[in-house]
């Protein structure tokens, strides 16, 4: 055994204990409560850990010789150590992770459990019936098979988007670029894409496996059937339009992005052909035709989508926002209020949510400019062919992108943000690979050195906001069971005639994962329940001199409400002083209580008659 080898082999021997011995510290410490950070609440063991397990993954990953068995090991290694840290919640044993639409997402999977929801007539079923599935084979709860949906895409995502850089790219090593660049997650942004259960996220994670197929496809040479001599069904081929089919399932308007990929992609075909005619060679004209796999997911999506009124009316919103106008910097400037007031503000928040992916987006920014003007490196050209591909799909999802931003329909331009940087990962792995867009200056062993230095200054930013924390004003979506619980207790035992309210908003979450959503008439009780939305007025939180309490009340609140509004928040909207007025309100009465979540009933005039 090479001295070399023996190194690999001894990094990889530490990094592995340290990993373990970090997930078995991290398993035995559940939490005791509400933790409004996962990163401070667990054991400091496991960052140190998984720091030290992906610093050696990194180093053998790019030092090893392809396809050996250390090379494997240190990819597996650094895909341990990124999935560990993305399901941290699952590893601590949280109960539930996701207070807001994933609690929603629980109810309806909980209704396609029990039968109340028919898959066929829900928008994105997905990942709702992959969890519904996994708790048929598995006697799992919904709540539990639902959140291991998540691991299961975010492994398709890291092994793809290596797979996908290892086809592109024209130097070796590219497939541990590809898999640690992957790392990074960059499509989590946390203001529309999540890595709790979310099927915006699941259909992102899933884009890499059909780009990969498509790659695969227009160069494959196999067929199933044959008309007339030319081979129109390919195994790939096959592949592709059923993964077209399943992104629209996982999330209509994220599983597009894909038709748009390879509708882009026929139509780089179809000018390939053109420039042919007029006597300029081009190698692409001479790929397998993208036509069927457009037509056939564009009919599913054109089937699909129109028959559910959230799709069309999102649509509608468009419109109206390109005819008539919109001003997106409402939503942004009332942000940036909020935070000067905590402190901050926005080029801040900015830094640290986006620092790195826009640094990033500038060098795949480069890396498309050399691709269309021609300036890659002849040597290459199936690289050169694929990232023309690259290019030319990303070019819609931008548009769509502009287009959602220009409307202002919320923070839907950040989901299209997080599918972009699907792209800026596969293309600045490629970059790094092949030293696009300026040739290599450094020798192979600088440059891994290089590029090992690059991976570990950006894993830690972008680590820090893989889950929501203070580090980025935001309160944990931690979900203990004394919180659900607690929920159920009261709808099962409230007044029906009685309305809630609280702080921000009512219970909608919980009321949708007890009751379902009003996707079915199977429960109409949570589609009219009172109350569920009704936010408390800043101004009327701990005075009960209002016609707000006019009518009798039920106030739910928890822990989190207090860690957000005076740990987090330092009392801007709700103070310590006006939790301590509401608790000490001869007419407010606490009904129930487990610790982390009690029941207030407020006591108006409707009620003393």
Same mark, same amino acid.
């Given at each position: ?24 510290? %991290? ?14 609440? @667990? ?39 990124? &999935?560990?840290?993305? @399901?941290? +919640? ?28 028919? +898959? ?81 996220? $699941?259909?992102? *994670? ?8 498509? *790659? ?11 008309? %007339? ?5 390919? +195994? ?10 399943? $992104? ?37 004209? #001479? ?11 564009? /009919? ?22 390109? /005819? ?45 400019? %050399? ?14 062919? /694929? ?16 287009? =959602? ?23 600045? $792995? ?32 972008? $680590? ?12 944990? #979506? ?31 979450? =919980? ?35 209002? @016609? *707000? ?7 739910? /609140? ?20 006006? =939790? ?7 007419? &407010? ?21």
């Amino acid at each position: 055994m090479s001295s070399k080898r023996r190194r690999h082999v001894a990094v990889l021997l530490v990094g592995y204990v340290l990993y373990t011995a970090g997930v078995l510290v %991290a398993a035995q410490h559940p939490p005791t409560g509400y933790e409004i950070s996962i990163y401070t609440a @667990t054991p400091m063991l496991f960052w140190v850990g998984s720091g030290v397990a992906f610093l050696a993954a990194v180093l053998v990953g790019l030092t090893a010789p392809g396809g050996t068995a250390r090379h494997r090991l240190s990819l597996l290694l650094g895909m341990l150590v990124g &999935i560990s840290v993305a @399901t941290l +919640p699952m590893i601590r044993d949280y109960y539930y992770y996701g207070i807001g639409d994933a609690l929603s997402y629980l109810g309806w999977t909980r209704m396609i459990a029990e039968g109340a929801l028919n +898959p066929v007539n829900f928008l994105y079923p997905g990942i709702h019936s992959t969890a519904v599935v996994l708790t048929s084979m598995s006697g799992l709860p919904p709540r539990r098979t639902l959140q291991l949906v998540v691991p299961v895409f975010i492994a398709l995502y890291v092994l793809f988007t290596g797979l996908c850089v290892a086809r592109i790219a024209g130097r070796s090593n590219a497939l541990a670029v590809g898999v640690f660049f992957a790392l990074l997650f960059l499509p989590i942004n946390n203001i529309h894409t999540y890595i709790f259960p979310y099927p915006t996220s $699941a259909a992102i *994670f899933f884009t890499p496996f059909a780009l990969y197929l498509l *790659f695969r496809y227009v160069g494959d040479g196999q067929s199933l059937l044959t008309v %007339a001599g030319r081979r129109v069904v390919t +195994p790939v081929g096959l592949l592709l339009t059923l993964a077209g089919i399943t $992104a629209i399932l996982l999330h209509p308007q994220s599983g597009a992005n894909v038709l748009f990929i390879v509708a882009a992609g026929f139509g780089l075909q179809v000018l390939a052909h053109v420039s042919r005619r007029y006597g300029l060679a081009n190698r692409i004209a #001479d790929h397998r035709s993208l036509a069927p796999q457009a037509i056939v997911v564009g /009919l599913f999506f054109a089937v699909w989508t129109p028959r559910f009124d959230r799709a069309t009316g999102t649509l509608q919103t468009v419109v109206t926002g390109l /005819l008539y106008g919109a001003n997106p910097a409402d939503e942004i400037s009332q942000s940036g209020s909020s935070l000067s007031a905590l402190g901050s503000g926005l080029d801040e928040l900015f830094v640290k949510i986006f620092l790195v992916s826009a640094v990033l987006s500038v060098v795949a920014g480069l890396v498309m400019l %050399a691709t269309m003007s021609g300036r890659l490196d002849d040597r290459y050209p199936d690289r050169n062919d /694929l990232l023309r591909y690259v290019t030319f799909g990303f070019i819609p999802v931008f548009m769509l992108f502009g287009i =959602f931003f220009i409307t202002s329909v919320t923070r839907q331009p950040f989901r299209y943000l997080g599918f972009m940087m699907v792209f800026v990962t596969i293309l600045v $792995a490629v970059a790094v690979s092949d030293g696009i867009p300026v040739s290599f200056s450094l020798s192979e062993k600088n440059w891994q050195a290089a590029v090992a230095v690059v991976l570990v200054l950006l894993i830690v930013p972008q $680590a820090l906001i893989l889950h929501q924390s203070p580090h980025m004003y935001k309160d944990s #979506d931690h979900v203990p069971e004394t919180y659900m619980e607690g929920h159920v207790t009261t709808f099962e035992q409230r007044d029906p005639s009685v309305w809630f309210a609280g702080p921000r908003g009512g219970p909608r979450r =919980f009321v949708d994962a007890y009751y379902g959503t009003t996707y079915s008439d199977y429960t109409p009780t949570g589609e009219h329940f009172p109350g569920k939305e009704e936010k408390i007025p800043f101004r009327v939180f701990g005075n009960n001199e209002t @016609t *707000f309490y006019s009518h009798c009340r039920y106030v739910p /609140l928890t822990s989190r409400d207090y860690e957000k509004e005076i740990a987090l928040y330092e009392g801007f909207r709700y103070s310590a002083e006006d =939790f301590r007025s509401f608790r000490q309100n001869p007419d &407010i009465y606490r009904v129930q209580s487990n610790g982390d979540y009690r029941l207030y009933f407020v006591r108006g005039e409707d009620c003393l008659r």
